[in-house]
């Protein structure tokens, strides 16, 4: 057991997931046009609506059976799947993670599917910062008890730019939580519906400035 282990959300926490995906948008119209991308982005709608999380493969592969005679849908996939993510990283997100090695032990708790977001955080180099430790799941704010036992620790610090998931980890964990607000990307104004913060930053960057001794307790 370690005394502390980081938390650390992905999708505009480390990496500006908003202009990926905007940039994956504007070449999927150059690929296809407006009415197959809008087709494509509705297809990403529906399967996020049915299995609760952006799903990349399964969207591109109903993509695929709707338009079959389409000569750029193998394209559409490379851009999708091609995306060169470590270009997207927030300034000093590495750096970020190396000076929480020297205070503890940072985890990757991400919520996505089990293929692209693996993907995406091995791509953007977060895996190997981390040394492996990443956990994703469809829903990770119900996996609070599997997250302290494949990581257990004295005390944990979330890291997250949703403010709802950190006060969900708040009712989970208590006083052996202090919960971070990245106020970054479309989730910055969100408010909490629970417990606020124990502190918000407006980049992830700031974290580095945090005195050790904040990160420890609330």
Same mark, same amino acid.
């Given at each position: 057991?370690?005394?502390?282990?980081?938390?650390?959300?992905?999708?505009?926490?480390? +990496?500006?997931?908003?202009?990926?995906?905007?940039?994956?948008?504007?070449?999927?119209?150059?690929?296809?046009?407006?009415?197959?991308?809008?087709?494509?982005?509705?297809?990403?709608?529906?399967?996020?609506?049915?299995?609760?999380?952006?799903?990349?493969?399964?969207?591109?592969?109903?993509?695929?059976?709707?338009?079959?005679?389409?000569?750029?849908?193998?394209?559409?996939?490379?851009?999708?799947?091609?995306?060169?993510?470590?270009?997207?990283?927030?300034?000093?997100?590495?750096?970020?993670?190396?000076?929480?090695?020297?205070?503890? @032990?940072?985890?990757?708790?991400?919520?996505?599917?089990?293929?692209?977001?693996?993907?995406?955080?091995?791509?953007?180099?977060? +895996?190997?910062?981390?040394?492996?430790?990443?956990?994703?799941? @469809?829903?990770?704010?119900?996996?609070?008890?599997?997250?302290?036992?494949?990581?257990?620790?004295?005390?944990?610090?979330?890291?997250?730019?949703?403010?709802?998931?950190?006060?969900?980890?708040?009712?989970?964990?208590?006083?052996?939580?202090?919960?971070?607000?990245?106020?970054?990307?479309?989730?910055?104004? @969100?408010?909490?519906?629970?417990?606020?913060?124990?502190?918000?930053?407006?980049?992830?960057?700031?974290?580095?400035?945090?005195?050790?001794?904040?990160?420890?307790?609330?």
């Amino acid at each position: 057991m370690v005394a502390t282990a980081f938390l650390i959300d992905v999708d505009n926490t480390l +990496l500006d997931n908003d202009q990926a995906k905007a940039d994956v948008a504007q070449a999927i119209r150059t690929l296809v046009g407006l009415d197959r991308a809008a087709r494509f982005w509705s297809l990403y709608e529906r399967v996020r609506d049915e299995h609760g999380v952006v799903d990349y493969p399964e969207t591109l592969r109903r993509f695929r059976r709707t338009f079959p005679e389409v000569s750029r849908v193998t394209d559409v996939d490379r851009a999708v799947l091609d995306v060169p993510f470590e270009r997207y990283l927030y300034p000093r997100a590495l750096d970020v993670i190396a000076h929480l090695w020297r205070l503890g @032990e940072p985890v990757i708790l991400s919520d996505g599917d089990r293929v692209y977001q693996p993907m995406k955080i091995d791509r953007a180099g977060i +895996l190997l910062a981390v040394r492996g430790n990443v956990l994703v799941y @469809e829903h990770k704010e119900d996996q609070l008890a599997e997250v302290q036992r494949r990581f257990p620790a004295d005390h944990y610090v979330h890291i997250d730019d949703k403010a709802a998931l950190l006060a969900h980890t708040r009712a989970g964990l208590g006083d052996r939580v202090t919960t971070i607000h990245v106020r970054q990307g479309h989730y910055a104004a @969100e408010r909490p519906g629970g417990a606020p913060p124990d502190m918000a930053v407006e980049r992830i960057a700031d974290v580095m400035t945090i005195p050790a001794e904040r990160l420890s307790r609330r």
